[in-house]
């Protein structure tokens, strides 16, 4: 009898889950969790994408572009629940993409990302800066999904 590993590919996030109540809401289910995911979490960069705006829109996305490099979190998933969980959020217009993660001190994890796969023209060359999204809008996305909860 075989067993199915419980424990998901490591995953790369970009954008606003490294605002780090909006990810403990979806993982734990509420914002003010950040101590309990806090050990998933590891400082990281991926070759070969940029990080885009999307306009109209809070978040950004991930192209390919062979001459740019992504800065973000890798996050070692304990359950494929928490995993499911971060696809229902990331939704339809990123497709889940395996990538290679360069950690700090030059390790490398295999891991999955969320590559934009919507309209192209929806991008904007405006950079999408973390700090500015979590000054301005965290506190409306919180507000937002207070009571909600994803469902792994």
Not at 4 to 28: D, E, I, K, S
Not at 47 to 60: E, F, L, M, T
Not at 115 to 135: C, H, K, N, T, Y
Request: glycine share 6%; with cysteine; net charge negative.
């Amino acid at each position: 009898m075989s067993t199915q590993p419980t424990q998901p590919r490591p995953l790369f996030v970009y954008g606003t889950l490294r605002a780090l109540p909006l990810l403990a809401w979806a993982l734990a289910g509420e914002p003010s969790q950040v101590d309990t995911i806090s050990s998933m979490i590891r400082n990281a960069t991926v070759k070969g994408y940029k990080r885009c705006s999307v306009r109209h829109a809070d978040y950004p996305a991930a192209i390919k572009d062979d001459e740019a490099t992504v800065d973000g979190y890798l996050l070692i998933l304990e359950t494929a629940s928490q995993r499911r969980k971060l696809d229902d959020f990331e939704g339809e217009a990123y497709k889940v993409t395996p990538v290679t993660v360069s950690l700090e001190g030059g390790k490398t994890v295999d891991a999955d990302m969320y590559v934009w796969d919507g309209d192209m023209d929806a991008l904007s060359s405006e950079p999408w800066d973390l700090q500015v999204f979590i000054r301005d809008r965290l506190e409306d996305w919180i507000d937002l999904f207070e009571g909600m909860e994803l469902v792994g």
